[in-house]
């Protein structure tokens, strides 16, 4: 096998790997606050990773640039073992984490295989040490304290929003072209309705019932559900790129060799990554939902929303959040609210030590996937 192909083809894995393991992120507040079934969760959160890995490809270019050349020197010419251990070690240490269970970070994971490869490989000195402590370092270590204070501060608002919402709902009558809103003893009150006539705004079958309307209804678990497919879109928009960069380690302008090979290898990673979220996702996924503290509607949504908020805008920036840290941080935040006794510190213990394992692991792991590899290329 070539070594492009067998690169491919490690990327795949990690995609895969990350799937297993990232998916749980967004839709465990779904199953954690009994919205839904953990097969109906990560089917919805599969399907909108795959479509934020998808998006990335045109709006991710400042992350694929940090982890392809911002790292290491444009001028260093990279043993093509470098990039083939980053992602054996990447790739080895989410799939050992993933099966026993662990919340870990890929963005974590990778930096410790590049840092740990690169030490082996040309002793450190190969390594940009400044972007690596502003562009990854900073960011990985500022996320969870963002996440904390953002889902402390919002929650209060989301709560009672949500104390207003519950029982009541918004409904769309195509039949009519009106939106009208349903408080929780079956009053209704028109929001929305336009003379004009023509065809129906939306057909939908849906019905509100309580008022024996006929349309689309949304309610609290609505909003809960659009939440959660938004943080999978986030982690994918974020993560994608991140693993896609393996493919130019070392570029000098990393730049892809044709269109249709830069989407071929997005078009993959996308579909490896939702692969990985439907079979591999489960084990996770229980961990979050239902070993950190428990959740209803209100917590789950302002996890989500800090989840996706802070994920979306760094990705944007091109500046490596672990969508790791910044879910589990907001969930463990929320739980904090409720008083400590809430949260289920053990579990937090076996996390926050599988986040420091992370680096060393990886890096070691990726140091024998290079002397091994280097020996036989």
Same mark, same amino acid.
């Given at each position: 096998?070539?070594?492009?192909?067998?690169?491919?083809?490690?990327?795949?894995?990690?995609?895969?790997?990350?799937?297993?393991?990232?998916?749980?992120?967004?839709?465990?507040?779904?199953?954690?606050?009994?919205?839904?079934?953990?097969?109906?969760?990560?089917?919805?959160?599969?399907?909108?990773?795959?479509?934020?890995?998808?998006?990335?490809?045109?709006?991710?270019?400042?992350?694929?640039?940090?982890?392809?050349?911002?790292?290491?020197?444009?001028?260093?010419?990279?043993?093509?073992?470098?990039?083939?251990?980053?992602?054996?070690?990447?790739?080895?240490?989410?799939?050992?984490?993933?099966?026993?269970?662990?919340?870990?970070?890929?963005?974590?994971?990778?930096?410790?295989?590049?840092?740990?490869?690169?030490?082996?490989?040309?002793?450190?000195?190969?390594?940009?040490?400044?972007?690596?402590?502003?562009?990854?370092?900073?960011?990985?270590?500022?996320?969870?304290?963002?996440?904390?204070?953002?889902?402390?501060?919002?929650?209060?608002?989301?709560?009672?929003?949500?104390?207003?919402?519950?029982?009541?709902?918004?409904?769309?009558?195509?039949?009519?072209?009106?939106?009208?809103?349903?408080?929780?003893?079956?009053?209704?009150?028109?929001?929305?309705?336009?003379?004009?006539?023509?065809?129906?705004?939306?057909?939908?079958?849906?019905?509100?019932?309580?008022?024996?309307?006929?349309?689309?209804?949304?309610?609290?678990?609505?909003?809960?559900?659009?939440?959660?497919?938004?943080?999978?879109?986030?982690?994918?928009?974020?993560?994608?790129?991140?693993?896609?960069?393996?493919?130019?380690?070392?570029?000098?302008?990393?730049?892809?060799?044709?269109?249709?090979?830069?989407?071929?290898?997005?078009?993959?990673?996308? !579909?490896?990554? @939702? #692969?990985?979220?439907?079979?591999?996702?489960?084990?996770?996924?229980? $961990? /979050? &939902?239902?070993? =950190? +503290?428990?959740?209803?509607?209100?917590?789950?949504?302002?996890?989500?929303?800090?989840?996706?908020?802070?994920?979306?805008?760094?990705?944007?920036?091109?500046?490596?959040?672990?969508?790791?840290?910044?879910?589990?941080?907001?969930?463990?935040?929320?739980? !904090?609210?409720? @008083? #400590?006794?809430?949260?289920?510190?053990?579990?937090?213990?076996?996390? $926050? /030590? &599988?986040?420091? =394992? +992370?680096?060393?692991?990886?890096?070691?792991?990726?140091?024998?996937?290079?002397?091994?590899?280097?020996?036989?290329?």
């Amino acid at each position: 096998m070539e070594l492009s192909a067998l690169a491919f083809a490690l990327v795949l894995a990690l995609a895969f790997a990350n799937g297993t393991n990232d998916v749980s992120k967004a839709i465990a507040t779904l199953v954690g606050s009994g919205v839904t079934d953990y097969r109906t969760a990560i089917t919805w959160g599969t399907l909108w990773t795959i479509a934020g890995a998808g998006t990335s490809a045109f709006v991710a270019s400042a992350m694929v640039k940090t982890f392809s050349h911002g790292l290491i020197p444009s001028n260093r010419v990279l043993h093509p073992a470098v990039a083939l251990a980053v992602l054996i070690g990447t790739m080895a240490w989410v799939f050992i984490a993933s099966r026993t269970g662990f919340p870990v970070s890929t963005t974590h994971a990778l930096t410790g295989a590049i840092v740990g490869s690169g030490f082996v490989a040309f002793a450190g000195e190969g390594l940009i040490w400044p972007a690596i402590g502003q562009k990854i370092a900073f960011p990985l270590l500022l996320s969870p304290f963002l996440a904390f204070a953002v889902s402390l501060l919002i929650h209060p608002a989301v709560r009672v929003l949500a104390a207003r919402w519950e029982g009541a709902c918004v409904c769309v009558i195509p039949a009519s072209r009106a939106l009208v809103a349903i408080d929780a003893r079956g009053s209704t009150r028109t929001l929305f309705q336009t003379e004009r006539f023509g065809q129906p705004v939306m057909a939908v079958p849906s019905q509100c019932d309580r008022a024996g309307l006929q349309g689309l209804v949304m309610g609290l678990d609505t909003i809960h559900w659009l939440s959660s497919g938004l943080a999978s879109f986030a982690r994918g928009t974020n993560d994608a790129p991140k693993i896609v960069a393996m493919l130019l380690l070392g570029s000098a302008t990393a730049v892809w060799p044709s269109t249709s090979f830069q989407l071929a290898a997005f078009g993959g990673v996308s !579909l490896a990554m @939702g #692969l990985g979220s439907y079979f591999g996702g489960l084990r996770v996924t229980e $961990v /979050l &939902a239902e070993k =950190v +503290t428990k959740m209803n509607h209100a917590e789950g949504l302002s996890a989500n929303l800090t989840t996706s908020f802070l994920v979306l805008v760094s990705g944007t920036l091109g500046l490596p959040v672990s969508t790791t840290h910044v879910s589990s941080s907001a969930i463990i935040g929320i739980g !904090l609210l409720k @008083g #400590l006794h809430t949260v289920r510190w053990t579990t937090v213990r076996d996390m $926050v /030590l &599988a986040w420091v =394992v +992370t680096l060393p692991a990886a890096a070691l792991l990726a140091c024998v996937a290079y002397l091994i590899l280097a020996r036989i290329l």
